[in-house]
Nanobody, 119 residues
Framework: QVQLVESGGGLVQAGGSLRLSCAASGSIFGIEDMGWYRQSPGKQRAMVAVISSAGNTKYSDSVKGRFTISRDNAKNTVSLQMNSLKPEDTAVYYC?????????????WGQGTQVTVSS
């Protein structure tokens, strides 16, 4: 039983910045990968950024150089700093985590937070 809660979404002007945060809670033995995904109307959910428990990161080509993902293992949180935002970044952003529960690892998702970038 694990819950992920996102915060920090909102409306921002093109070229501006926004920071998303996600906190995991519940019966957590440990967390492997954590990441951010986004989905626009009529589109499939796509990976934005992923970070391993060791701090290794991976970004989609469309956000590399503009977004930075980070995590705090002690607090079970992950953040996404978004700079130089573009209208095409507009989407619902979802937090995801691979959580160790007992002897197995399960995928968990947050409820999503809306990010809107105006031109």
């Amino acid at each position: 039983q694990v819950q992920l809660v996102e915060s920090g979404g909102g409306l921002v002007q093109a070229g501006g910045s926004l920071r998303l945060s996600c906190a995991a809670s519940g019966s957590i033995f440990g967390i492997e990968d954590m990441g951010w995904y986004r989905q626009s109307p009529g589109k499939q959910r796509a990976m934005v950024a992923v970070i391993s428990s060791a701090g290794n990161t991976k970004y989609s080509d469309s956000v590399k150089g503009r977004f930075t993902i980070s995590r705090d293992n002690a607090k079970n949180t992950v953040s996404l700093q978004m700079n130089s935002l573009k209208p095409e970044d507009t989407a619902v952003y979802y937090c995801a985590a691979d959580v160790r529960v007992g002897v197995v690892i399960r995928d968990y998702w947050g409820q999503g937070t809306q990010v809107t970038v105006s031109s």
